[in-house]
């Protein structure tokens, strides 16, 4: 494997309870190279989330090093993360996570409002986003009148909107029925292999986890 | 869409919990600014005093008399331009347990008290039938329209300090040159006093209240003061002469104890309006901690969270601040009239206005900097835990 797009090298990650150091992650070593639907196993509070959490940018290791397209995330201060997360991460949450007081269409432009782009401009990628998804006639609703399915629909849009370098999911179907899942399950196998997104999946679910290409199973923190 | 439009929505979002936080924040910057006009209409008669005029009076007190004689003395010191002399009348009009029947007047010199203060605009044919005649009394558009006196009128009223009936006809109704004059006195011939009181109380002494001075140039009034003082310092009736600013302010001072707990009063105002509008917000910021850390993930920053969050509390704290401020406008009007003797001058000032927008809106600010400080620090991690 050449160039991986994310490549980790010796990733460790505690947290701290009170007195407590409680190891999650350690001594990670994985590589992911471009264009791959890599689905992340394993048992609750194997570290799944946490190391996924990591290659977007929203936790820091303790140990190890992180690059992504090149980049050191954890060399990166707050403020340069942040726009490093608008610019190369999309993410999709079990739980959805839309602001509940903005109608789909302006959930899909709120990663756009950081990016120079035009409000045409915007309008073009916000369209287009909730095109792919199959939305075109909900742009208008709030999420609350959205079912689950939709409204996890609309997080994807969302998260491709600023066509962002990678999509991670953390349990992208773990709340949904099973056609709302498949439903969601076929969007990013389509993200994936017509628009070669590289696709990080965190997921219980074997099922989901036959849509990737490789299947990686974490266990008290190790990569078996 | 842009940063506005998402602060609206979220100030929004509980629709009665923000119309209650703003009534919260009207009513209390409705009570400030009722305090700060009342402290400000407290202050009327000293903000309105001229700048060239000295009053002389008795220097043990007000209660007082100086001998009439005296102003021939005092009009040759060098720097006075002008006389005149009034005392202070008092008198009963109708039902005394009704603040509108009580009005300040005053016997004044009729030839020429007007002359010394051209802030009372009277018409000059209405001071011509007062000047010719005995017991022609002028006085201010406010009171008569109060009482629905006209030309020709006849007051009727009971003396206190000079006893028995007394009775004025209207011959003049004045009115004030700004704003800032008050349009609620009466004045009438001292002549006329002078006159009842010798046929009433054989052997009562008339002599003036107080003098009035028109110093010119104004920067000659401390020479003058001293001048006139010391001129009179071993007789009968030593004299105290002030600018009329400082004499304002010496019955303005009588009051300081009440003024200064207004003032602390309308500081408390400041410290409720910041409670009631923290609560708010620390509730609505604690609400949305999992929604920030979203935004923060999409690559939204502490600034833009910090513009979210005190945008929202500058909303809602300047909805309440201009909604009080407005409401404040019938209340001082309606207190005015149903206290005209009291505050004569009774007015929002556009001082008042700006205190008062900007204690909400300090009070926005302060309420949205722990919140504001609490989310930029949380993690991300820690932030899409919470359940709001």
């Not at chain 1, 070593?29 to 190391?51: C, H, I, Q, R, Y």
């Not at chain 2, 220097?59 to 006389?83: C, E, K, N, Y």
């Amino acid at each position: 494997m050449t160039n991986p797009l994310i490549q980790l090298r010796q990733v460790s990650k505690a947290y701290r309870r009170d007195s407590l150091t409680i190891p999650v992650l350690q001594g990670i070593t994985l590589d992911v190279p471009e264009g791959e639907f890599l689905a992340l196993m394993g048992p609750s509070g194997s570290g799944k989330t946490t190391l996924l959490n990591l290659i977007a940018g929203i936790d820091r290791p303790n140990q190890g090093t992180i690059t992504v397209a090149g980049t050191d995330v954890t060399k990166l201060g707050e403020s340069e993360l942040a726009k490093w997360r608008a610019r190369h991460i999309g993410f999709v949450f079990q739980f959805y996570n839309l602001i509940p007081v903005l109608t789909a269409y302006e959930n899909v432009e709120l990663p756009l409002l950081l990016t120079p782009l035009s409000k045409a401009e915007r309008r073009q990628h916000v369209t287009t986003a909730l095109g792919l998804v199959g939305l075109s006639d909900r742009v208008h609703h709030y999420p609350r009148q959205l079912s689950g399915g939709q409204e996890q629909r609309v997080a994807i849009a969302r998260a491709i909107a600023a066509d962002p370098t990678i999509l991670v999911a953390d349990e992208p179907t773990g709340d949904l029925d099973r056609q709302s899942a498949e439903e969601v399950l076929t969007l990013l196998d389509r993200l994936n292999k017509e628009f070669h997104k590289t696709i990080v999946l965190v997921t219980h679910d074997p099922h989901a986890a036959q849509r990737a290409h490789t299947t990686r199973h974490l266990d008290k923190g190790e990569l078996q | 869409m842009r940063v506005f439009k998402i602060v609206l929505r979220n100030a929004f979002r509980h629709r009665l919990r923000t119309a209650l936080t703003i009534l919260g924040i009207a009513t209390a910057v409705l009570a400030f600014g009722l305090i700060r006009t009342i402290v400000t209409a407290w202050n009327a008669g000293v903000t309105a005093s001229a700048a060239n005029r000295m009053i002389t009076r008795h220097r043990v007190s007000i209660i007082f008399p100086v001998p009439l004689v005296d102003r021939t003395q005092i009009a040759r010191v060098p720097g006075v331009a002008g006389l005149s002399w009034a005392n202070w009348f008092g008198g009963v009009y109708g039902n005394s347990s009704d603040f509108k029947n009580f009005w300040p007047r005053f016997a004044v010199d009729a030839n020429t008290y007007f002359d010394l203060y051209p802030e009372f605009v009277v018409p000059p044919d209405q001071l011509e039938a007062f000047k010719k005649e005995r017991n022609a009394c002028i006085l201010g558009r406010k009171v008569a329209a109060e009482h629905g006196f006209k030309l020709g009128d006849v007051i009727t009223m009971e003396g206190d300090i000079y006893p028995g009936e007394w009775q004025f006809v209207v011959r003049g109704i004045y009115h004030g040159r700004d704003p800032s004059v008050d349009e609620t006195q009466m004045f009438f011939q001292w002549d006329y006093l002078y006159e009842q009181v010798k046929q009433r109380e054989p052997g009562r002494n008339t002599d003036a209240g107080f003098f009035v001075l028109r110093v010119d140039p104004p920067g000659a009034m401390p020479k003058v003061s001293a001048t006139v003082d010391s001129e009179f310092t071993n007789s009968s009736a030593p004299t105290k002469t002030e600018s009329e600013r400082e004499f304002q302010q010496s019955f303005v001072s009588m009051s300081s104890a009440i003024i200064t707990s207004l003032k602390v009063i309308s500081l408390v105002i400041v410290g409720i309006i910041l409670l009631v509008l923290a609560n708010t917000i620390v509730m609505a910021v604690r609400e949305r901690t999992r929604e920030y850390a979203v935004l923060k993930t999409l690559g939204f920053q502490g600034r833009h969270i910090a513009a979210f969050i005190f945008g929202e509390a500058l909303l809602i704290g300047l909805a309440g601040g201009v909604l009080g401020v407005v409401l404040t406008f019938p209340l001082v009007r309606a207190f005015g009239l149903a206290l005209p003797g009291f505050f004569p001058v009774i007015r929002v000032e556009p001082i008042t206005i700006v205190f008062a927008l900007g204690a909400a809106a300090l009070s926005g600010l302060a309420a949205g900097a722990l919140p504001t400080a609490r989310v930029v620090r949380t993690s991300i991690v820690n932030g899409l835990r919470m359940i709001g």
